[in-house]
Protein backbone atom coordinates (compact mmCIF):
# COMPACT_ATOMS: atom_id res chain seq x y z
CA UNK A 1 0.00 0.00 0.00
CA UNK A 2 1.67 3.40 -1.20
CA UNK A 3 0.10 6.62 -1.50
CA UNK A 4 1.30 9.42 -3.82
CA UNK A 5 3.28 11.35 -2.26
CA UNK A 6 7.69 11.05 -3.02
CA UNK A 7 10.12 11.77 -0.50
CA UNK A 8 13.87 12.33 -0.95
CA UNK A 9 15.66 9.78 1.16
CA UNK A 10 18.11 10.41 3.99
CA UNK A 11 19.96 7.19 3.44
CA UNK A 12 21.22 7.22 -0.49
CA UNK A 13 19.78 10.75 -1.46
CA UNK A 14 17.93 9.12 -4.00
CA UNK A 15 13.73 10.33 -4.67
CA UNK A 16 11.84 7.46 -3.90
CA UNK A 17 8.08 8.29 -5.99
CA UNK A 18 6.01 6.46 -3.43
CA UNK A 19 6.21 6.34 0.12
CA UNK A 20 4.98 3.12 1.60
CA UNK A 21 2.72 2.92 4.32
CA UNK A 22 3.13 -0.36 5.28
CA UNK A 23 5.64 -3.06 5.25
CA UNK A 24 5.23 -6.78 6.24
CA UNK A 25 6.84 -9.81 7.16
CA UNK A 26 6.40 -13.12 5.20
CA UNK A 27 6.70 -15.53 8.74
CA UNK A 28 6.72 -15.40 12.39
CA UNK A 29 9.91 -14.81 13.68
CA UNK A 30 10.34 -18.11 14.77
CA UNK A 31 9.62 -20.27 11.55
CA UNK A 32 12.69 -21.93 9.53
CA UNK A 33 12.74 -23.62 6.45
CA UNK A 34 13.85 -26.31 7.72
CA UNK A 35 9.95 -26.56 9.14
CA UNK A 36 8.86 -26.37 4.92
CA UNK A 37 9.41 -30.44 4.33
CA UNK A 38 7.94 -31.06 8.25
CA UNK A 39 4.26 -32.45 7.33
CA UNK A 40 3.24 -30.99 10.79
CA UNK A 41 4.31 -27.58 9.85
CA UNK A 42 2.99 -25.45 7.26
CA UNK A 43 3.20 -21.94 6.67
CA UNK A 44 0.96 -20.22 4.19
CA UNK A 45 0.10 -16.38 3.53
CA UNK A 46 -1.73 -15.81 6.26
CA UNK A 47 -1.42 -18.77 8.51
CA UNK A 48 1.36 -20.88 10.18
CA UNK A 49 1.74 -24.04 12.37
CA UNK A 50 4.67 -25.47 13.79
CA UNK A 51 5.17 -29.07 14.60
CA UNK A 52 1.46 -29.44 15.28
CA UNK A 53 2.30 -27.52 18.58
CA UNK A 54 2.43 -23.52 17.55
CA UNK A 55 -0.24 -21.81 15.87
CA UNK A 56 -0.05 -18.29 13.96
CA UNK A 57 -2.07 -15.84 12.24
CA UNK A 58 -0.68 -12.93 10.03
CA UNK A 59 -2.90 -9.33 11.06
CA UNK A 60 -2.15 -5.62 11.01
CA UNK A 61 -0.60 -3.67 13.36
CA UNK A 62 -2.45 -0.22 12.12
CA UNK A 63 -1.30 3.09 13.00
CA UNK A 64 -2.95 6.37 12.25
CA UNK A 65 -1.39 8.61 10.61
CA UNK A 66 -2.06 12.16 12.34
CA UNK A 67 -1.37 14.77 9.67
CA UNK A 68 -3.13 12.40 6.86
CA UNK A 69 -6.01 10.65 6.86
CA UNK A 70 -4.11 7.41 6.30
CA UNK A 71 -2.55 5.18 8.34
CA UNK A 72 0.43 2.94 8.31
CA UNK A 73 0.20 -0.44 9.05
CA UNK A 74 2.79 -3.26 9.99
CA UNK A 75 1.97 -6.64 8.85
CA UNK A 76 2.78 -9.05 11.64
CA UNK A 77 2.20 -12.53 13.21
CA UNK A 78 0.38 -13.31 16.39
CA UNK A 79 0.69 -16.56 18.23
CA UNK A 80 -2.49 -18.25 19.32
CA UNK A 81 -3.92 -20.71 21.17
CA UNK A 82 -4.58 -24.03 19.57
CA UNK A 83 -8.42 -23.79 20.17
CA UNK A 84 -8.12 -20.03 18.79
CA UNK A 85 -6.04 -20.73 16.13
CA UNK A 86 -9.11 -23.77 14.95
CA UNK A 87 -11.40 -21.46 15.81
CA UNK A 88 -10.24 -18.80 13.60
CA UNK A 89 -9.57 -21.28 10.61
CA UNK A 90 -13.26 -22.68 11.12
CA UNK A 91 -14.71 -19.04 10.50
CA UNK A 92 -11.80 -18.21 7.61
CA UNK A 93 -14.11 -17.44 5.19
CA UNK A 94 -17.45 -17.61 6.79
CA UNK A 95 -19.52 -13.98 6.52
CA UNK A 96 -20.49 -12.26 9.83
CA UNK A 97 -16.77 -13.72 11.18
CA UNK A 98 -16.57 -9.95 12.35
CA UNK A 99 -18.40 -10.26 15.15
CA UNK A 100 -15.91 -13.19 16.75
CA UNK A 101 -14.72 -12.20 20.24
CA UNK A 102 -10.51 -11.29 19.61
CA UNK A 103 -8.46 -13.57 20.28
CA UNK A 104 -5.39 -12.90 22.75
CA UNK A 105 -1.99 -13.84 21.10
CA UNK A 106 1.36 -12.48 21.48
CA UNK A 107 3.35 -10.89 19.00
CA UNK A 108 5.88 -13.08 16.83
CA UNK A 109 7.15 -10.76 14.69
CA UNK A 110 10.15 -8.84 15.66
CA UNK A 111 10.18 -4.82 14.36
CA UNK A 112 13.97 -3.75 14.78
CA UNK A 113 13.23 0.16 14.54
CA UNK A 114 11.80 -0.10 18.55
CA UNK A 115 13.23 -0.79 21.48
CA UNK A 116 12.84 -2.87 23.68
CA UNK A 117 12.05 -6.25 21.48
CA UNK A 118 8.23 -6.01 20.16
CA UNK A 119 8.66 -10.09 20.15
CA UNK A 120 5.93 -11.23 22.79
CA UNK A 121 4.05 -8.19 23.14
CA UNK A 122 0.54 -8.74 24.50
CA UNK A 123 -2.00 -8.63 21.59
CA UNK A 124 -5.68 -9.15 20.84
CA UNK A 125 -6.11 -10.32 17.01
CA UNK A 126 -9.39 -8.82 15.63
CA UNK A 127 -10.95 -10.78 12.78
CA UNK A 128 -12.36 -8.67 9.99
CA UNK A 129 -14.70 -9.57 7.35
CA UNK A 130 -13.83 -12.32 4.65
CA UNK A 131 -10.82 -10.97 2.70
CA UNK A 132 -9.23 -8.60 5.32
CA UNK A 133 -6.56 -9.25 7.45
CA UNK A 134 -6.71 -9.23 11.24
CA UNK A 135 -7.04 -6.20 13.42
CA UNK A 136 -4.00 -6.48 15.94
CA UNK A 137 -4.50 -4.68 18.80
CA UNK A 138 -1.41 -3.76 20.99
CA UNK A 139 -2.32 -4.00 24.91
CA UNK A 140 -1.96 -0.53 26.39
CA UNK A 141 1.41 -0.32 27.53
CA UNK A 142 4.28 2.40 27.22
CA UNK A 143 6.05 0.15 24.97
CA UNK A 144 7.05 2.86 22.22
CA UNK A 145 4.95 0.75 19.21
CA UNK A 146 1.80 0.16 21.91
CA UNK A 147 2.21 4.46 22.25
CA UNK A 148 2.44 5.12 18.66
CA UNK A 149 -0.45 2.94 18.02
CA UNK A 150 -2.75 4.36 20.57
CA UNK A 151 -1.48 8.02 19.76
CA UNK A 152 -0.62 8.04 15.90
CA UNK A 153 2.54 9.09 14.02
CA UNK A 154 3.29 11.58 11.98
CA UNK A 155 4.23 11.53 7.84
CA UNK A 156 7.96 12.44 9.25
CA UNK A 157 7.84 9.33 11.15
CA UNK A 158 6.25 6.84 8.30
CA UNK A 159 9.35 8.58 6.34
CA UNK A 160 11.64 7.21 9.14
CA UNK A 161 10.62 4.26 9.22
CA UNK A 162 10.59 3.99 5.95
CA UNK A 163 14.23 4.76 5.31
CA UNK A 164 15.40 2.52 8.28
CA UNK A 165 13.49 -0.32 6.43
CA UNK A 166 14.63 -0.21 3.14
CA UNK A 167 18.08 0.76 4.08
CA UNK A 168 18.81 -1.50 7.15
CA UNK A 169 22.22 -0.91 8.92
CA UNK A 170 24.16 -4.02 7.88
CA UNK A 171 25.61 -4.06 11.37
CA UNK A 172 26.26 -2.58 15.31
CA UNK A 173 29.94 -2.26 14.69
Keep these: MANDL ?3 CSCCGEYHAELPMGFS ?3 PDVWSESFADDSASMLSS ?14 LIEIPVVDSDD ?7 VSLSRDNFARALDLWEAPGREAEPP ?7 ELGLYSPSTTNLKTHAHTRPVGRRPFIELEPTDHPLAVEQRTGITMDRVREIAEAVLHPKSSNA
Design 103 to 109: YFGWLTT
Design 6 to 8: GFT
Design 46 to 59: DQCIIKNEHFFIRG
Design 71 to 77: AFSWGVW
Design 25 to 27: TMA
